[in-house]
């Protein structure tokens, strides 16, 4: 039996039945604003479809991340269904790297949807230094998370450092499923995704789970390498940087990840996770184990 998602006691689809409703004028939001228990601190970025706030939770006393679509959205029936769809997907979505779905309902006319509130994305934080083995820790995260969506039947089509979110003690977690399709072996017609990051495929309409292994394995190539090279890979920015201190067995597993034909690739992120698992030393200096550590042996327990 297919029982939906189900946030503060009102299954997801009968609260976007609320949002599709007229129930007049959705009320201003501005810093100080409050919607029920949360109150704005302050606007955190803004794209397309949604603005995204930094908020407190009044009753819970903890900082939260809201998601509100644009007012000029309401009536628009696909972008509701879109919205619709990535409150379903996060809603049965539990991993300790994908950000928690919190809440998700109407308040004060608009569609809030309700994150943990994070220190920065990980896009933010390659702007500054960032040691191997910090780097590393992300990496083996990163990739547990994409693996356990894969493991779901879920693309994400828009993996990207700026949809990775950072917390306190080197904790990394995978967000914005806005994208995000129930793989079924269809496909859209649309090249949806993030130019530099997006995969030749993708870009013609045909993402596969080898689509996020590319995009995947150009955000580790980036956390190692400061850069990214660009389709068709002529050229290798940072190589040298990026084998720096890297083992060659997972320096084969990037190069693997981001072969422009994906027949070369691999098939998901459930068989590059099994790859990692294996490498033992993937720093030179052997200063990170991954065998047998919590880190890369939990994603099993994980997925139980």
């Known amino acids: 039996m297919n029982v939906l998602p189900r946030l503060n006691g009102l299954p997801v689809a009968e609260s976007l039945k609320v949002f599709r409703s007229d129930d007049g004028a959705a009320a201003s939001l501005r810093v100080g604003s409050r919607l029920d228990k949360y109150r704005i601190v302050r606007r955190l970025g803004e794209g397309g479809f949604a603005t995204v706030y930094a908020a407190q939770d009044l009753v819970e006393d903890r900082k939260v991340a809201l998601k509100i679509p644009h007012n000029a959205y309401s009536s628009n029936e696909q972008s509701l269904d879109d919205l619709q769809r990535e409150v379903r997907i996060m809603a049965k979505l539990e991993h300790p790297s994908i950000l928690p779905l919190k809440d998700a309902r109407v308040i004060n006319g608009h569609f809030v949807v309700v994150f943990p509130l994070g220190d920065e994305t990980l896009g933010d934080r390659l702007t500054r230094r960032l040691s191997r083995a910090t ?12 693996a356990y969506a894969h493991e779901k039947n879920i693309l994400h089509r828009d993996i990207k450092p700026e949809n990775f979110i950072l917390f306190p003690d080197q904790v990394i977690q995978l967000t914005d499923f806005g994208l995000a399709r129930i793989e079924r072996g269809d496909h859209d017609v649309s090249g949806s ?19 996020d292994v590319f995009s995947l394995g150009l955000v580790i190539y980036r956390l190692f390498a400061g850069d990214i090279p660009e389709y068709p ?8 940087r990026l084998r720096r201190g890297l083992s060659k067995d997972f320096v084969d597993m990037i190069r693997k990840a981001i072969d ?4 070369k690739r691999f098939r998901d992120a459930v068989a590059m996770h099994n790859v990692m698992s294996k490498i033992r030393y993937p720093l030179t200096d052997r200063s990170v184990s ?10 099993t327990r994980r997925i139980a």
């Open 135 to 146: 780097a590393m820790d992300y990496a083996v995260q990163m990739i547990s998370s994409v």
């Open 290 to 299: 991954l065998k047998g550590s919590a880190v890369a042996s939990s994603y």
């Open 260 to 263: 422009p034909k994906p027949s």
């Open 233 to 240: 890979f002529d050229r290798m920015p940072g190589y040298n």
């Open 193 to 211: 995704g993030t130019l530099g990051y997006i995969s030749p495929e993708q870009a013609m309409g045909k993402p596969t789970y080898r689509s």
